[in-house]
Protein backbone atom coordinates (compact mmCIF):
# COMPACT_ATOMS: atom_id res chain seq x y z
CA UNK A 1 0.00 0.00 0.00
CA UNK A 2 1.10 3.86 -0.50
CA UNK A 3 0.08 7.07 0.73
CA UNK A 4 0.30 9.37 -1.48
CA UNK A 5 -0.36 13.24 0.30
CA UNK A 6 -0.07 16.20 -1.62
CA UNK A 7 0.42 19.91 -0.48
CA UNK A 8 1.31 23.68 -2.27
CA UNK A 9 -2.09 24.37 -3.52
CA UNK A 10 -3.37 27.62 -2.96
CA UNK A 11 -4.99 30.85 -4.17
CA UNK A 12 -2.54 32.88 -7.27
CA UNK A 13 -3.14 35.56 -9.60
CA UNK A 14 -2.97 35.04 -13.58
CA UNK A 15 0.48 34.53 -14.18
CA UNK A 16 1.62 33.98 -11.15
CA UNK A 17 2.96 30.45 -10.19
CA UNK A 18 2.67 27.41 -7.68
CA UNK A 19 4.64 24.21 -6.81
CA UNK A 20 2.70 21.30 -5.97
CA UNK A 21 4.49 18.40 -3.68
CA UNK A 22 3.30 14.88 -3.10
CA UNK A 23 5.11 12.93 -0.81
CA UNK A 24 4.73 9.36 -0.80
CA UNK A 25 4.83 6.49 1.86
CA UNK A 26 4.34 2.89 2.68
CA UNK A 27 5.25 0.68 0.71
CA UNK A 28 7.39 2.99 -1.96
CA UNK A 29 10.75 0.26 -2.33
CA UNK A 30 9.10 -0.13 -5.78
CA UNK A 31 9.86 1.41 -9.12
CA UNK A 32 6.50 3.64 -9.34
CA UNK A 33 5.46 5.90 -11.99
CA UNK A 34 3.88 9.28 -11.02
CA UNK A 35 1.51 11.47 -12.28
CA UNK A 36 -0.33 14.69 -11.63
CA UNK A 37 -4.39 15.04 -12.79
CA UNK A 38 -6.60 17.38 -12.18
CA UNK A 39 -10.56 18.04 -11.72
CA UNK A 40 -11.96 21.39 -12.25
CA UNK A 41 -16.04 22.10 -10.90
CA UNK A 42 -18.39 20.26 -13.46
CA UNK A 43 -15.73 18.81 -15.45
CA UNK A 44 -14.44 14.82 -15.57
CA UNK A 45 -10.59 14.26 -13.73
CA UNK A 46 -8.27 14.87 -16.35
CA UNK A 47 -4.42 14.25 -16.85
CA UNK A 48 -2.19 17.07 -17.13
CA UNK A 49 1.50 15.66 -16.22
CA UNK A 50 3.60 12.39 -15.47
CA UNK A 51 7.25 10.93 -15.08
CA UNK A 52 8.55 7.54 -15.09
CA UNK A 53 10.86 6.28 -12.03
CA UNK A 54 13.70 7.48 -13.22
CA UNK A 55 12.93 10.49 -13.61
CA UNK A 56 14.12 10.77 -17.19
CA UNK A 57 10.92 10.30 -19.33
CA UNK A 58 8.07 12.98 -19.13
CA UNK A 59 4.46 13.41 -20.12
CA UNK A 60 2.59 17.00 -20.03
CA UNK A 61 -1.08 17.34 -21.40
CA UNK A 62 -0.80 19.79 -24.17
CA UNK A 63 -3.00 22.19 -22.24
CA UNK A 64 0.10 22.83 -20.02
CA UNK A 65 3.00 22.20 -22.10
CA UNK A 66 5.72 25.30 -21.49
CA UNK A 67 4.47 26.42 -18.16
CA UNK A 68 4.25 23.58 -15.96
CA UNK A 69 7.31 20.96 -15.21
CA UNK A 70 7.12 17.90 -13.60
CA UNK A 71 9.96 16.30 -11.17
CA UNK A 72 11.26 14.12 -9.00
CA UNK A 73 13.25 13.54 -5.96
CA UNK A 74 13.38 9.34 -5.27
CA UNK A 75 15.21 10.10 -1.95
CA UNK A 76 12.30 12.03 -0.47
CA UNK A 77 9.83 10.21 -2.18
CA UNK A 78 8.34 13.53 -3.40
CA UNK A 79 7.33 14.34 -6.70
CA UNK A 80 6.73 18.04 -7.67
CA UNK A 81 4.50 19.88 -10.43
CA UNK A 82 6.10 23.79 -11.05
CA UNK A 83 3.37 25.56 -12.83
CA UNK A 84 3.99 28.79 -14.44
CA UNK A 85 1.96 31.17 -16.06
CA UNK A 86 -1.09 29.83 -14.59
CA UNK A 87 -4.34 30.96 -15.99
CA UNK A 88 -7.80 30.82 -14.46
CA UNK A 89 -8.83 27.79 -16.95
CA UNK A 90 -6.32 26.09 -14.20
CA UNK A 91 -8.55 26.10 -11.41
CA UNK A 92 -9.16 22.56 -10.18
CA UNK A 93 -8.62 20.17 -7.19
CA UNK A 94 -5.00 18.56 -7.91
CA UNK A 95 -4.21 15.22 -7.38
CA UNK A 96 -1.23 13.12 -7.13
CA UNK A 97 -1.07 9.62 -8.52
CA UNK A 98 1.51 6.49 -8.49
CA UNK A 99 1.61 2.81 -9.37
CA UNK A 100 4.44 0.42 -10.50
CA UNK A 101 4.52 1.01 -13.92
CA UNK A 102 7.56 0.74 -16.24
CA UNK A 103 6.90 3.96 -18.46
CA UNK A 104 4.80 7.34 -18.43
CA UNK A 105 1.07 7.20 -17.33
CA UNK A 106 -1.15 8.93 -19.21
CA UNK A 107 -4.22 8.06 -18.36
CA UNK A 108 -5.85 7.10 -14.54
CA UNK A 109 -6.37 3.38 -15.63
CA UNK A 110 -2.54 3.23 -14.76
CA UNK A 111 -3.07 4.24 -11.63
CA UNK A 112 -3.87 2.16 -8.10
CA UNK A 113 -2.68 4.54 -5.62
CA UNK A 114 -4.57 8.55 -5.58
CA UNK A 115 -3.95 11.06 -3.30
CA UNK A 116 -6.85 13.10 -1.77
CA UNK A 117 -6.23 16.32 -3.75
CA UNK A 118 -5.31 20.21 -3.11
CA UNK A 119 -7.19 22.85 -4.57
CA UNK A 120 -5.52 25.32 -6.96
CA UNK A 121 -7.23 28.79 -7.63
CA UNK A 122 -6.12 31.08 -10.30
CA UNK A 123 -8.16 34.35 -10.21
CA UNK A 124 -8.07 36.51 -13.41
Known amino acids: QVELVESGGGLVQAGG ?3 LSCAASGRTSGSYGMGWFRQAPG ?3 EFVA ?3 WSGRS ?3 ADSVKGRF ?3 RDNAK ?3 YLQMNSLKPEDTAV ?3 AADTISGVGTSESWYAYWG ?3 QVTVSS
Open 17 to 19: ALR
Open 43 to 45: KER
Open 50 to 52: AIN
Open 58 to 60: TAY
Open 69 to 71: TIS
Open 77 to 79: NTV
Open 94 to 96: YYC
Open 116 to 118: QGT
